[in-house]
C-alpha cells in the first residue's frame, strides 16, 4: 500500500497550477477594465511647458505636487470634435481641514456653462490661450474619501468634468494651487488600458503612490521586512541544513518569502486605506490581489524546501517555478525581485533535472 505524503504531491500541484494559470490570464484580460495608468513627472508650470498627454482617451492619473499659493500646472492634450473629455481631480486623504485647487479646461469652442458641476470663477493665476474658452470647477472635499483597490489607497475626487469636446484643437487642464500646496492627481480618459511595460511596472509605481500619499519608506516596507525577518527565523529553525542545498533552492525560498511580504503589504495597506474611507465593492480586488501573493509564496517556499522525500531525492519541476515567476510579474508579487528569483530557481532546477 503507499504511502499518502509529498510522494503525490504532484497529483494536487498540477490541478492547481492549471487553475492558478486559468486565474491569471481571466485577471490581466480583464483587471484594465477597472484601473488607470498612474504617471508621474513633468513641470508644466506654463501654458508654453504644459505637459504633452498622447491618447488622453486612455484613462490615466497624472500624479503632481503644488508648491503654494499661484502655483499652477497644465497639461495639453489633442481632441477631435464629439470626443468625450473625461477630468478628474484628487487629493490624497490627509487629516484637518484645508484649502483645495481648483480644476480648469480650456479649448476651442468651450463655454463657460458647460460641463458638469457648478462653474467657478477662473483662478487669477490660471492663463487663458487666447481665442479659447474655458471652464472651472472649485475643489469640493466630498463627505467621504474613494477607496481604490488595486493599489490599494484611498483619495478624495475634489472635481470632475465630463463633456463632448465641441470642436477640434488643443485643449489645456489646468490646476491652480491652494495657499498651502500640496500633491494633487488630475484623472484624465476613460478608455481603460495597459500596455505590458506599464502592467510590469505596477509595484514600483504603487511605492510612488504611497509616497505621494505621504507614507515613509520605512512605513511602506515594514509589512515586507517583518516577513523576512520572520520567514528566515523560520527556515533556519526548521531546516538546519538549508545551507547545504542548491542556490536554486535559495532563490525560490526568497522569491516565496517577497511573494508572502507583497500580500500581507497588499492587506496591511487595504486596512490603512479604510481607515480613512467607506467599505466598497473594490475590497474584493484587494483581497483577490493579496490571496494570490499570499498563495505564489506558499507554493515558492514548498517546492523550495521539501528536499529528499521518504530517503530518495524529489526533482523538482522547474515549469512549476517558471508558472510562478509569471505569476507574480502579473499579479505585482515580490516587487518585481520576486518573479526574478522565480524564474532563476526554475532555471537553476531545470540545469539540475536528471
Given at each position: ?213 505621504g507614507q515613509s519608506l520605512f512605513f511602506i516596507f515594514t509589512p515586507l521586512l517583518l516577513t523576512l525577518a520572520m520567514g528566515f527565523l523560520i527556515i533556519l529553525r526548521t531546516k538546519a541544513d538549508l545551507v547545504d ?110
Amino acid at each position: 500500500m503507499k504511502k499518502w505524503g509529498l510522494r503525490n504531491s504532484g497529483f494536487l500541484l498540477r490541478p492547481a497550477f492549471m487553475l492558478l494559470t486559468a486565474l491569471l490570464t481571466l485577471y490581466f484580460l480583464f483587471s484594465p477594465v477597472f484601473a488607470h495608468v498612474p504617471v508621474f513627472g513633468g513641470e508644466g508650470k506654463s501654458l508654453e511647458e504644459a505637459i504633452f498627454v498622447e491618447d488622453p482617451l486612455k484613462s490615466r492619473v497624472l500624479y503632481g505636487q503644488l508648491s503654494g499659493g499661484g502655483d499652477v500646472r497644465y497639461y495639453s492634450f489633442e481632441m477631435e470634435e464629439g470626443e468625450r473629455i473625461l477630468l478628474q481631480l484628487i487629493v490624497p486623504v490627509e487629516p484637518g481641514a484645508r484649502d483645495f485647487p481648483n480644476l480648469v479646461l480650456m479649448g476651442p469652442g468651450l463655454l463657460s456653462e458647460e460641463g458638469s458641476g457648478e462653474a467657478a470663477e477662473l483662478p487669477e493665476p490660471v492663463e487663458i490661450p487666447e481665442g479659447n474658452g474655458a471652464v472651472a470647477v472649485p475643489g469640493s472635499r466630498p463627505k467621504s474619501a474613494t477607496y481604490e483597490g488595486f493599489s490599494p489607497s484611498a483619495f478624495y475626487s475634489l472635481a470632475r468634468l465630463d463633456l463632448e469636446a465641441p470642436e477640434s484643437g488643443t485643449y489645456y487642464a489646468a490646476v491652480n494651487s491652494p495657499p498651502g500646496g500640496g500633491n494633487y492627481g488630475v484623472v484624465l480618459g476613460y478608455l481603460e488600458s495597459f500596455s505590458l511595460k506599464e502592467w510590469l511596472l505596477i509595484p514600483l509605481d504603487q511605492i510612488r503612490i504611497y509616497r505621494w500619499e505621504g507614507q515613509s519608506l520605512f512605513f511602506i516596507f515594514t509589512p515586507l521586512l517583518l516577513t523576512l525577518a520572520m520567514g528566515f527565523l523560520i527556515i533556519l529553525r526548521t531546516k538546519a541544513d538549508l545551507v547545504d542545498y542548491d542556490p536554486g533552492r535559495w532563490s525560490g525560498a526568497l522569491a516565496g518569502l517577497l511573494f508572502l511580504g507583497t500580500g500581507i503589504s497588499f492587506l496591511f495597506q487595504m486596512l490603512v486605506s479604510l481607515s480613512k474611507s467607506a467599505y466598497t465593492p473594490e475590497i474584493i480586488i484587494t483581497l483577490f490581489l493579496a490571496f494570490a501573493n499570499l498563495g505564489l509564496g506558499a507554493a515558492a517556499i514548498f517546492l523550495s524546501l521539501k528536499g529528499k522525500v521518504y530517503g530518495k531525492e524529489r526533482t523538482r519541476d522547474p515549469l512549476y517555478f517558471l508558472v510562478l515567476g509569471m505569476g507574480g510579474f502579473l499579479l505585482w508579487a515580490g516587487w518585481i525581485v520576486g518573479p526574478v528569483l522565480a524564474f532563476e530557481a526554475g532555471l537553476l532546477a531545470w540545469g539540475r533535472k536528471e
